[in-house]
């Protein structure tokens, strides 16, 4: 019966510690807020673009980079200072450390994403239609892209620059070929069979349909998508990390 406690209460002491700890480093703050304003203005300002219209999709970019630029640096940074071992020794279990790192990563997503549009909002005439389907992707979207960040920490490294290098090299092409740049309605062949694989795609689609109304795919397959790829890519950090351990890193 006390399993369960015990459980939870492992996964908020080291969301807690994550939090503490690597919001403030300086690859989280680079990757996770300066680099997407970056792309924003690269790709948006000046260019006479209906920012009503793409907004949702820089929000889906904004979200996506935040959350998934903690999980990369907690693992190969406790490696490096020979914290992780000790972290095991505690009554934590792995679990609860892997969900620990994706909670971190998802509420550093979510405020400053949350942050980031409040601002907007002062600046871009956005409206939010459907507001229980934009709560939803918030949610589905910093999960799912918070567990991919620590799906890219997994692999056995105690060199956090290797990780984000690393990491950077599966994001970048991601938001690329997921519909922020080009919409879905635009892309054909490849292109198109391409953003179908990427779950940022099903994240934009589910933030233009709950600000605008307008969505390739319905709002349950959008959902549908972003639960499975959460849970795959947990379930794949789980799987990585325990294979790690028993090699003894």
Known sequence: MMEVPLFLRGIFVVTGKNMRLYYTKPPVLMF????????????????????TTFFPAFLAMMLFFTASSVGPLITPWEKRE???????????????????????GAIFGIGISLLVWIASVFFVPVAVTNPGL????????????????????SPASDSPPNVMIFSNLVRFPLIFISGIFVPLQQMQGWGLALAYCSPLTYLVDLFNAAMSGTSAFSPFVDCSVLIAVSAGFILAARVIQKRNMMKGM
């Not at 690269?42 to 209906?50: E, K, S």
């Not at 020979?82 to 971190?104: H, N």
């Open 32 to 51: 996770g807020l300066l680099f997407p304003l970056f792309m924003f203005f690269a790709f948006f300002v000046g260019r006479h673009l209906d920012l």
């Open 134 to 153: 934009f709560v939803l992707a918030f949610i589905l979207g910093t999960l799912s892209c918070a567990a991919l960040g620590v799906l890219l920490a």
């Open 82 to 104: 020979k914290t992780y071992e000790r972290l095991l020794s505690y009554p934590v279990t792995q679990d609860s450390i892997i969900l620990g790192d994706v909670a971190a």
